[in-house]
């Protein structure tokens, strides 16, 4: 009894800390002891049974295999406007091209045939050869990120990379030297383990430079690592003189040493044609068509799954919920009439996804904890802004006056005059300032002449006006010139401008 009541608990709950949930160590050896020593003074009560008494501050109090009986201690509290900004951060990763989408929309054959050829490569050390031709916007540049992205999943699981991706495009390697330089420069940056002479090494010319790479390509056999070459603008590389750069890699890959795969991406149907014939000769002619959707059905498709959210494992039962109702939002979105038509118009326009991207652009950023869904109010809004005037957006700040002198000259076209001056002009507006006082008017001013004329020589500053012919001798007031607008730009912009007079707006639309 006398070791039992000086035995020291500190020294226990060292190693056995305690849990309020369930029984540690420290209560099961209290709990073997008899009842005099467990109803005893507070000499013997333990540092457990007063820490029982206390509140949990923190999660690492606790034992880490205990089972939680209050759910919302253990989940922290998340709110929707978290939902929201997760949300919205996927939306614009998928919109700016960041992160790939999870499905490639009519692109399945495409995307089958390509990672089946840069598998053989990485695969079983085959060195292939591969053009992609299609228009622009139609998902080359994502084929190609989404079959890499799937062989790093595949082949680099050590940490280690089992192949190597070299990255050229025509706008910007121009020559044969600077692209000589990009591919030794990322072959340097990802060969970590390359001796440090062979880095440092000069050259005293370019071909002897050219050389000591060709050889480094050359050199090697199936087992050693295989390069992925992408040559983005795959046409302006066939545009240079003597296509060295193409000759030499189609060479490499065909004497089938060292594994390579030299995919080409271009939106020229006739790139092949660009090609010479000894180039031509070490091609293996495999071409991978991709193209626009076919239908508007397919394009509201394409379209609905760029905004559709994904639930992933470890998702909390409130953000799955939040995306659930989401998609189904999402749904009726694509239901409605507005955004069909708004999607007609870019698909008869160009078909490009891209452009869709860049009309979701402000409704993605508008979602808020307010406003957790998208709005057909605003793609109606960033669409009107889009594809809005830039001579119109120009006439709203415009004085009230040199909006008459405007309309004045949409007069004068109405009446076949295609080519005008300022005193014209004038008369014109003068006419419709009588009328109008006649009518009862009497709000309006009617301008003096030399006030009208500097307003007329601001629209020219604006180019708004142009002269159609410069005569020094010939006085300003009687210089002929022509108007860079089109009558319904005009009609349009006295409509949305600010404050406008009735009898104006009455002129300009009759």
Known sequence: MEDTEHFNWGNLSKFYPSSPHRQSPHRMIGSALP??????????????????????????????????????EATPNISMADHVTRAKSHLLNRLTEKS??????????????????LDQTVDKGESNSC??????????TMLVRRALEDLEKAYNRSGEPNFMVIRLNGQTESTDRIALNEIARQLFAKQKQQDLQQQGRQFASFAESFEYLLSLLKAGDKSTLPIVFILDEFDLFAQQSKQALLYNLFDAAQSAQNPMAVIGLTCRLDALSLLEKRVKSRFSHRQIYVFPPATFGDFIELARNQLRLQISL?????????????NTELEDLFQDSTMNSILRRIFDLTKDIRGFYKLCFEPVSQLSEQEPFLRVDHFQEASIAQRCDAKTEILKGVSLLELILIVSIKKLLEKDISTFNF???????????????????????????????KAFENLQGFELVCPVEDIAKCPKEYRMARLMLEQTQVTEAVLKYKDCPAPIKRWATT
Do not use: C, W
Not at 42 to 70: G, N
Not at 103 to 116: I, S
């Open 423 to 453: 005193a014209m002009v004038y008369d014109e507006y003068k006419e419709f300032m009588n009328q109008t006082q006649i009518r009862g008017g009497f709000g309006m001013k009617l301008y003096k002449r030399p006030v009208a004329l």
């Open 35 to 72: 009842n005099s020593l467990k109803r005893g003074g507070s000499e013997l009560r333990s540092p457990v049974s007063k820490r029982l008494h206390r509140p949990v501050i923190s999660v690492l109090d606790d034992d880490p295999f205990a089972d939680s009986t209050d759910p919302q």
């Open 131 to 140: 053009l992609i031709i299609g228009n622009r916007g139609t998902g080359k």
């Open 100 to 117: 790939t989408p999870t499905r490639l929309y009519g692109l399945e054959d495409q995307y089958a045939k390509l990672y089946e050829l």
């Open 314 to 326: 470890g998702d909390s039962s409130a953000y799955n919920a939040y995306v659930d109702k989401f």
